[in-house]
T-cell receptor, first 114, second 115 residues
Framework: KAGVTQTPRYLIKTRGQQVTLSCSPI?????VSWYQQTPGQGLQFLFE???????NKGNFPGRFSGRQFSNSRSEMNVSTLELGDSALYLC?????????????FGEGSRLTVL | AQTVTQSQPEMSVQEAETVTLSCTYD???????LFWYKQPPSRQMILVIR??????QNATENRFSVNFQKAAKSFSLKISDSQLGDTAMYFC????????????FGKGTKLTVNP
């Protein structure tokens, strides 16, 4: 069974631009969550989706948004990029919310903002 | 708010020896999970071990075991017979049992296993 797939793996943007990251969960998994990983702040929860509905959102500005499609694939968008948005963005999936609490992570999308 | 603290930013151990990584957490909830995740240099985070707070017995997975002290809010990971492939970042994490996928992570411990 294929794992969580994130695209693109690496990307470079400049300040003020916007970016869209994609996540395909494990087949059969319907819950998707996103995390931002930086050396200074560590791993921070961005948001989670189930059945195309955002169930929970972390403490990030409105420039960070996301959505989930009917096939459970998810995208997150960051508008008006800032230098501090440079990070590894990790997506994780589970069959359903609260499934043993275990998350299955993708390899991440490395965003560099210049 | 829940917090997770890992007081050891970096550790090293010789191959075949035992190492213990520390983690403390703070929560007012009674039902929750605790996890240790491993992130090798290739970056994909994988679950090492999971503990349900209502279980008194410490979880064990092959060479990995935990020492869960609920009253002290302590959750340490012991790696026995360390192998070179154990070299990675290790993250302690807390999650509620209420159905949310939100995990609260510690800052991580970089473990290096030396030959």
């Amino acid at each position: 069974k294929a794992g969580v797939t994130q695209t693109p793996r690496y990307l470079i943007k400049t300040r003020g631009q916007q970016v869209t990251l994609s996540c395909s969960p494990i087949s059969g998994h319907r819950s998707v969550s996103w995390y931002q990983q930086t050396p200074g702040q560590g791993l921070q929860f961005l948001f989670e989706y189930f059945s195309e509905t955002q169930r929970n959102k972390g403490n990030f500005p409105g420039r960070f948004s996301g959505r989930q499609f009917s096939n459970s694939r998810s995208e997150m968008n960051v508008s008006t990029l800032e230098l501090g948005d440079s990070a590894l963005y990790l997506c994780a999936s589970t069959p359903r919310p609260g499934y043993t609490g275990e998350l299955f992570f993708g390899e991440g999308s490395r965003l560099t903002v210049l | 708010a829940q917090t997770v603290t890992q007081s050891q930013p970096e550790m090293s151990v010789q191959e075949a020896e035992t190492v213990t990584l520390s983690c403390t957490y703070d929560t007012s909830e009674n039902n929750y999970y605790l996890f240790w995740y491993k992130q090798p240099p290739s970056r994909q985070m994988i679950l090492v071990i999971r503990q349900e707070a209502y279980k008194q017995q410490n979880a064990t997975e092959n060479r990995f075991s935990v020492n869960f002290q609920k009253a002290a809010k302590s959750f340490s990971l012991k790696i026995s017979d360390s192998q070179l492939g154990d070299t990675a970042m290790y993250f302690c994490a807390w999650g509620t049992q209420g159905g949310s996928e939100k995990l609260v992570f510690g800052k991580g411990t970089k473990l290096t296993v030396n030959p």
